[in-house]
């Protein structure tokens, strides 16, 4: 089977190619992608290449597919799995492992990326059970599947002390206040879809520094919408503002229960201390980058107001499967997080334009061939492109939010990737 896919040989050489998988063993299935979202941390890798920890060491010589968010359908079952396996079943892989080596599909494997046309699932994926049957209506929602996981697995860090009893509570505090920090990307937007459809917070906040990406949050994660689910949403632009952890304080009456930090900022982590009330907790959900980031708190508020500070980061199997009962129950919404989508061919640009921070989530279709285009700009290329005008209208009709009957309609009848 000849694949076309998107190759990492080293810190910023990604190259689209096409060759041939091999044949998978009995305890192996061949899938056909059928949607991967394009993620920061697969960023991160192709920056760092090697000095990335699941970037192997000799990735030049054996370049790995890149992509980690994938939903696929399987198109052939070794011997060995066909009780439990069949053809047509889609699937979704839970990238982290949990291996002593680090490595994980999307980063490390030659031969399993979501960034390419078709993928052999090996063994040790399915030994862990990190791929998992997918139910879903649509592929989108299956790519968005891991994001979200790592983020369920962000509220399930956060904890709180009853100090009269010292009675542990694990996860978000039900009806409480939740700040997001540098919350109008992707991931902070993923945080309030979970907010209000499985951590049953009462407030969210939602700051940014950038307005066009907080009038666009908060047009696709909407205040009537929150309210709708029982809960008071707020987007507040930060930038230029004298005094933002006042300003916070008020608006939670005093300070928050949890804390999400989405950018790897270490002023943003002082403000989360800031702004949470006693028992409060401060998830450092942002990966950075480099690996001497330095931050400061106020350890007197540790120590006497009890202030918890955690960091997360994947996900396990649970978390996946808790995030596709969401789905599956219509409590999230996956089509609120998307912005773009793309073709295979336009991976490496949706990769490299992460530099700078660019509407949500991007969703790449390895099997259609079509640069990378935001929804919103569906309505201007259709004054031209028939594909597009009809995009425009069915994306429209569902509130401007890609959705099932826009990505079965790409599907059928957007240009099909040509194999080089």
């Not at 009806?175 to 997001?180: Q, R, S, V």
């Not at 991976?347 to 989530?361: C, D, R, S, T």
Request: some cysteine; glycine content about 10%; proline content about 5%.
């Amino acid at each position: 089977m000849k694949t076309t896919a998107v190759r990492l040989y080293g810190a910023n050489d990604i190259r689209v190619e096409s060759f041939e998988l091999p044949e998978p063993g009995p305890d192996e299935v061949l899938i056909k992608v059928g949607s991967d979202s394009l993620c920061a941390s697969t960023y991160k890798a192709v920056k760092q290449g090697t000095a990335h920890k699941r970037v192997p060491p000799d990735v030049a010589e054996n370049p790995v597919i890149i992509g980690h968010e994938m939903a696929a359908e399987i198109i052939k079952v070794g011997l060995k799995l066909t009780d439990e396996w069949k053809t047509g079943d889609r699937i979704v892989i839970q990238p982290a492992l949990k291996l002593e080596s680090g490595y994980d599909p999307g980063y490390s494997y030659r031969y399993i990326g979501g960034s390419a046309t078709y993928c052999v699932v090996p063994s040790i994926v399915l030994e862990r059970g990190c791929m998992i049957k997918y139910r879903g209506e649509n592929f989108f929602g299956g790519s968005l599947v891991e994001s979200l996981g790592c983020l369920i697995r962000g509220f399930k860090g956060f904890y709180h002390t009853d100090y009269t009893t010292y009675i542990r509570t694990d996860g978000a505090k039900k009806g409480g206040k939740l700040a997001i920090l540098a919350g109008a990307g992707p991931m902070g937007l993923g945080a309030v879809e979970l907010a209000k459809g499985y951590a049953g917070c009462a407030q969210v906040v939602v700051t940014d520094i950038n307005s066009e990406r907080l009038e666009w949050a908060a047009a696709h994660c909407t205040v009537k919408a929150a309210a709708e689910a029982g809960v008071e949403l707020t987007y507040v632009d930060t930038y230029g503002m004298e005094a933002p952890v006042a300003t916070l304080r008020e608006l939670s009456d005093g300070g928050f229960d949890d804390v999400f930090v989405m950018a790897p900022v270490p002023e943003l982590f002082t403000m989360a201390e800031q702004i949470c009330r006693e028992d409060g907790c401060v998830n450092f959900f942002a990966g950075p980058a480099i690996h001497d980031l330095q931050g400061s708190l106020n350890l007197y508020r540790i120590h006497y107001d009890g202030i918890h500070v955690v960091g997360t980061a994947g996900s396990i199997p649970q978390d996946t499967t808790d995030v596709l009962n969401l789905i599956d129950s219509h409590k999230i919404n996956p089509g609120s997080l998307v912005s773009h989508i793309l073709g295979l061919k336009a991976v490496p640009e949706g990769i490299y334009g992460m530099a700078k921070a660019n509407g949500a989530k991007k969703v790449c279709y390895p099997s259609i061939d079509i640069p990378m285009v935001a929804i919103s700009d569906f309505a201007e290329l259709g004054k031209t492109d028939p594909l597009f005008k009809k995009l425009a209208e069915i994306c429209e009709s569902h509130g401007g939010q890609w959705c099932t009957e826009a990505e079965e309609y790409l599907l059928a009848n957007g240009p099909e990737l040509q194999e080089d």
